[in-house]
């Protein structure tokens, strides 16, 4: 077998990925809760939430633009924190993979059993593991086209919605021709209903519903050119998603009064209604089952090339290393998949409470995985003079930042519903150090090292 990852992935494809993991079932389904906490400010939420995911993007952006390897964040952990750093943060990082995407491949369950209430969830959820891995064990590009495909239904949806409520608030579609003005945004208590604090408490969801996004340094090691295909999608994205959250959020609270949403129900559903869409329901519904199937996909792939990056330092057995002629790691794939399908036996034993409760358990896996790209970024630009695509205003950025983080870390101990993510995670951590001990993975590591010309 070939030992190598094949770059294949241009900038088309690896934008449409990381939006394809940052746009989904939060935007579509679960915008009414964070509105409901804010009201109208979850806006500007929004916007400083994006501030600092921008930031952990650039500092990953400018460390893969100028080493794409396998394992991402989690070798750049390795070579500038060290080697038990790179370690924690890889397997880390494939948990979380592997949890979203149980919680993702639920979702279609779910989604689907709208359509099919009598066909048991678990049923679904069997059929996209089968499909999502089938389109993992093919060449790196037609995985990328699958997944420009899936977002690009998402990002229609979203431009629809966007275009349908500007006609509702200054055209007066669906509202016997009276354009709605945007009077709603500040006449039910103002922009802060809840002050400040209510925008304060909407920032970890919001911060979380851009869970995904660092796909684009995963994705580097198989990037076509990446010293111009990184800064382009880093550029790119963000302000894409910014677009789309911030502008749906911005137009569905002009069109209803905050306190008036129903947070049971997709604001989506009820606009599309409203312009004479009498199919919405099925149609958000449509666009939920390909946003699930979107981030699943995603997942899939994160996973199994995270797999393989901690195989390459010697933190997971060797055997995942190997890459066939298609340039797909496929035991990494196959295990990762495998771990996946246990998704199916949970959704045959407790189908109601897995979504909810994978994603709420995940919240510590993500603020690890973007503190460790923050932190290994700092001692990257101590060891190297900024050039090119870099982060700006270093380190004031970084060290704002990862106090934000640690805010967002503080808040998932303060309230008592994400309080277990705190505790799993803390134990998940200390699982990890035990086995680093017991396996001796850090003689393994300085083995490969030595072997490699490397200072152990």
């Keep these: ?111 689907m059993g709208v359509w099919f209430p009598t066909t048991p969830q678990w049923i679904w959820v069997l059929g996209s593991v089968l499909l999502i891995g089938s389109l993992n064990l093919l060449a790196v590009k037609v995985y990328g086209e699958m997944e420009f495909w899936f977002t690009l239904i998402k990002v229609l949806a979203v431009v629809l919605m966007l275009a349908g409520g500007a006609g509702m608030i200054w055209l007066g579609w669906g509202n016997a021709g009276k354009p709605l003005g945007l009077g709603n945004l500040w006449q039910h208590g103002g922009w802060f209903p809840h002050g400040l604090t209510g925008m304060v408490l909407a920032l970890p969801v919001v911060v979380f519903s851009f869970g995904g996004i660092e796909t684009i340094g995963v994705a580097a090691g198989e990037a076509a050119e990446p010293e111009r295909t990184i800064p382009r999608a880093v550029n790119s994205v963000l302000w894409r998603i910014l677009i789309f959250y911030v502008g749906a959020l911005f137009v569905i609270m002009a069109i209803y009064p905050w306190d008036q949403l129903d947070a049971h ?87 109601k409470h897995i979504f909810s409760t994978m994603m709420s358990i995940l919240s510590f896996n993500t603020v690890w995985t973007w503190m460790m790209v923050l932190v290994a970024h700092y001692s990257y630009r101590r060891r190297h003079a900024a050039s090119g695509f870099r982060l700006r205003w270093w380190p004031l950025s970084g060290l704002v930042c990862m106090a934000f983080l640690a805010f967002v870390l503080f808040m998932l101990g303060w309230s008592p519903a994400t309080r277990v993510a705190l505790f799993v995670g803390i134990g998940w951590i200390a699982l990890l150090g035990l086995a680093y001990l017991a396996f001796g993975v850090g003689r393994r590591m300085q083995a490969a090292d030595a072997a490699a010309g490397q200072a152990p």
């Design 265 to 351: 129900s997709s604001p989506f559903v009820t606009t599309f209604a409203r312009l004479g869409i009498h199919q919405a329901a099925g149609l958000i519904n449509f666009v939920l089952i390909t946003a699930a199937l979107s981030g699943f996909n995603s997942t899939a792939f994160s996973g199994s090339r995270m797999l393989y990056g901690l195989a390459e330092k010697s933190q997971a057995p060797g055997f995942l290393r190997q890459v066939n002629t298609h340039g797909v790691p496929l035991p990494a794939v196959l295990v990762t998949l495998l771990c996946l399908m246990s998704g199916v036996l949970l959704n045959y034993l407790l189908p």
């Design 1 to 111: 077998m070939n030992q190598h990852l094949q770059r294949r992935l241009g900038p088309r494809l690896i934008t449409f990925m990381a939006l394809g993991m940052a746009i989904g079932s939060g935007l579509f389904l679960g915008s009414a809760d964070t509105i409901q906490l804010a009201g109208p400010s979850v806006v500007f939420a929004y916007l400083f939430g994006g501030a600092m995911i921008f930031i952990i993007m650039r500092a990953l952006g400018e460390m893969a633009v100028n080493d794409p390897v396998p394992g991402s964040f989690a070798a750049y952990a390795h070579r500038y924190l060290g080697p038990f750093a790179g370690y924690l943060t890889g397997w880390n990082y494939w948990i979380l993979m592997v949890g979203v995407g149980i919680a993702e491949s639920t979702a279609v369950g779910v989604y």
